[in-house]
């Protein structure tokens, strides 16, 4: 019976600052319909991965919005329906990680506290890593759930996303 | 007396308490109050009290509701909101439909024949039949959207069409969508139609579900009605699926019905042979177009060459040349003396163009000097020269008057022309005198002519007995033209 029964489906959305790395983290594992120039221009793309979590196909629907920096912010409209979120952050740029708290925090204030995972990117880059211990704890104290990832080396990638695909079900 | 009878009937204290403790609780007389208002509103609905007393309440209580939370009353309304409008929508399509079968009623093709066989087989109106295939069309994809996460319900394609994936298709349409309203618009309305070269988008939003076709051709407005009666059904039979979705796209797969009547339109790619087919139709009339437009140029060329002809002709002065039930007319003036245009219009290979021609005096030149030649052959054949008895020498102004005539004579006709000079004599002058006197009186007078320069060979002597008179008169012998 479970070969017949179509994946469950599930919006996630990939956020973060602008240069993260989020586009390159999802370049390495899906083959895209739409070009990367819908980015920057309707502010989003679209992509699939599909995974095995507990014998159950899940297709991710994600929905890859374009990186915020101080001149266009996250549009939080696109999160709308999603059941959660991949949040990537650049290990070597603190205030990657800072953008990434206002946007958790902006989040929870218009859909909800919603399911996510950082990605802490570009840890390959290991010697001019900025984000330290001490933040990294004080963040998984207050609940989040965090796991390094290396978009050029595949690291902890795959990792990342089933994280998330079991936190939905 | 009435004291005691107050005393006696004090009810019982436990049930004077009951009593006391039901008016005190609001909320037991609520329950009971529920339970008898709809036989009080059964009993008061005839009366009309109610009605009256009710309806200010309610109408305040819709149009707070609507002006708080309108999405509620929308979602409410929207499976019959539809279809009252198309019912209006319909019975005016109806009537336009009648009026086209009227139109086309009075053409008779086979192929028309056949659609009408087909409407009466089906028991459908020949409007609809007609409508259908005149248009050409095709639906080639059909997207079941979830409203809030763009996730795919359900995808339906028509056979040998290629499809990218669905599922990603449909998360940037709605992010497309999304995109539209936030730039232009607001939530409550929508992107209903996008047009890519021959391709169409149809999306048809509910409240919960979105319905999309991909259409290649022009669709018919009443496929309009197909899909929204679609998305319509859709949210009434799966309600309560599309509330509760999360994710979970299997009770959507008996909404395939649905899907699959909106993909409509002919088979196997027929919509794309429409262009190709509608150009080449305009081709060939463009060809034809050509054809035609060449020939006419070639035949006013043609024409105008005539009529240059024509008017190089002395004599004839065309004013007008037009076409009138596909023949040629000319209309002009023209002198008696000058040809009437038809011998030269044959001859240029038009043996249907109708002169018509008011008669004038040419001022051409050869005009003028035919019409002097005639004038004085006319004043050459009344004069008569007159001899005494015995006379046979002609009178000498008259000669030169009548040499000069001559002279103009054979300017305006040519030298074949002849001058026939007719001798007489006089009964009395008798016994052959009088045959010999005309010969000398001629002879003295085509002597007296060449005296004056005229060529001899333009003269005939004619002497002769008669009539009696001792004259001579002229006659003059034009060349055959």
């Known amino acids: 019976m479970s070969e017949t029964r179509p994946p469950l489906q599930k919006k996630i959305c990939l956020a973060g600052a602008f240069g993260a790395g989020k586009t390159s983290l ?93 990605a802490l990117n570009k840890v390959d880059l290991a010697g ?32 990342a996303f089933e994280d998330l695909a079991r936190r939905l079900l | 007396m009435a ?13 004077w308490s009951s009593v006391r403790g039901y008016v005190a609780n609001p909320e037991q007389r609520a329950r009971d109050l529920s339970e008898a208002l709809p036989e009080a509103v059964r009993l008061g609905h005839s009366g009309g009290k109610l009605r009256a007393a009710l309806s200010p309440a309610i109408e305040e209580s819709l149009r707070l509701s609507v002006q708080r939370h309108p999405e509620v009353i929308t979602t409410a309304l929207f499976p019959i909101i539809g279809a009252m409008i198309r019912r209006y929508i319909a019975d005016a399509l109806t009537d336009l439909q009648d009026s086209i079968a009227q139109t086309v009623e009075s053409s008779f093709s086979i192929r028309s024949l056949s659609w009408r066989f087909q409407a009466w087989r089906q028991g459908r109106p020949f409007a609809a039949v007609l409508l259908e295939k005149s248009l050409c069309f095709r639906v080639e994809q059909v997207f079941l959207i979830d409203r809030r996460t763009g996730l795919l319900l359900l995808h339906r394609r028509a056979p040998e069409v290629d499809v990218k994936d669905p599922t990603v298709i449909s998360g940037m349409l709605t992010a497309i969508q999304d995109f539209v309203q936030d730039s232009f618009g607001g939530r409550e309305s929508a992107l209903d139609a996008v047009r890519l070269g021959h ?76 262009p190709r087919k509608l150009l080449a139709a305009l081709a060939l009339a463009a060809l034809v177009l050509a054809a035609w437009y060449g020939y006419r140029t070639y035949q006013q060329y043609r024409f105008d060459r005539l009529l240059g002809m024509l008017r190089a002709q002395p004599g004839l002065a065309s004013i007008s040349a037009h076409r009138e039930g596909g023949k040629w007319v ?49 004043l050459i054949e009344r004069s008569v020269l007159r001899y005494d008895q015995f006379a046979f020498r002609a009178p000498s102004g008259e000669m030169e008057t009548l040499a000069a005539d001559w002279k103009t004579v054979l300017a305006a006709f040519g030298p074949a022309s002849r001058l026939r000079l007719l001798g007489a004599a006089a009964e009395s002058e008798g016994n052959g005198l009088d045959e010999r006197l005309s010969r000398q009186r001629v002879a003295a007078a085509e002597t007296a002519f060449r005296e004056q320069g005229i060529a001899a060979e333009t003269l005939v002597v004619v002497p002769g007995p008669l009539p009696a008179d001792r004259t001579i008169r002229f006659r003059v012998e034009l060349p055959k033209q």
């Open chain 1, 26 to 118: 999802v370049r390495r594992f899906l083959q895209g319909v739409f070009d990367e120039r819908y980015l920057t221009t309707v502010g989003v793309k679209i992509d699939k991965y599909s995974l095995l979590v507990d014998e159950r196909q899940i297709d991710l629907v994600i929905w890859d919005l374009a990186g915020e920096d101080f001149l266009a912010p996250l549009q939080i409209s696109y999160l709308r329906g999603a059941s959660g979120y991949l949040l990537v952050a650049d290990a070597t740029r603190k205030e990657t990680l800072e953008t990434a708290e206002s946007i958790v925090g902006r989040i929870a204030g218009t859909e909800g506290a919603l399911p996510f995972v950082l």
């Open chain 1, 128 to 159: 001019e890593c900025e984000v330290s211990r001490e933040d990294l704890d004080r963040l998984e104290t207050a609940g989040w759930r965090i796991l390094r990832t290396s978009a050029k080396s595949g690291e902890g990638v795959t990792e």
């Open chain 2, 3 to 15: 004291r005691l009878r107050l005393l006696l009937s004090v009810p019982d204290p436990a049930e």
């Open chain 2, 199 to 274: 391709h169409t988008l149809w999306i048809n939003t509910g409240p919960k579900a979105v319905l999309t076709c991909v259409i290649l051709g022009v669709p018919p407005v009443p496929l309009r009605q197909t899909t929204e009666q679609t998305v319509e059904d859709i949210h009434r039979d799966f309600a309560q699926q599309l509330e509760e979705f999360d994710g979970e796209t299997g009770p959507f797969g008996a909404a395939g019905g649905h899907l699959d009547r909106c993909l409509l339109g002919g088979a196997g790619g027929k919509a794309g042979r429409g």
């Open chain 2, 330 to 378: 000319v209309r002009g003036m023209r002198d008696p003396m000058a040809a009437d245009g038809s011998a030269l219009a044959k001859s240029a290979g038009f043996d249907d163009v109708r002169f018509e021609w008011q008669p004038y005096y040419s001022l051409d030149t050869p005009f003028e000097i035919r019409r002097a030649g005639e004038e004085r052959i006319r």
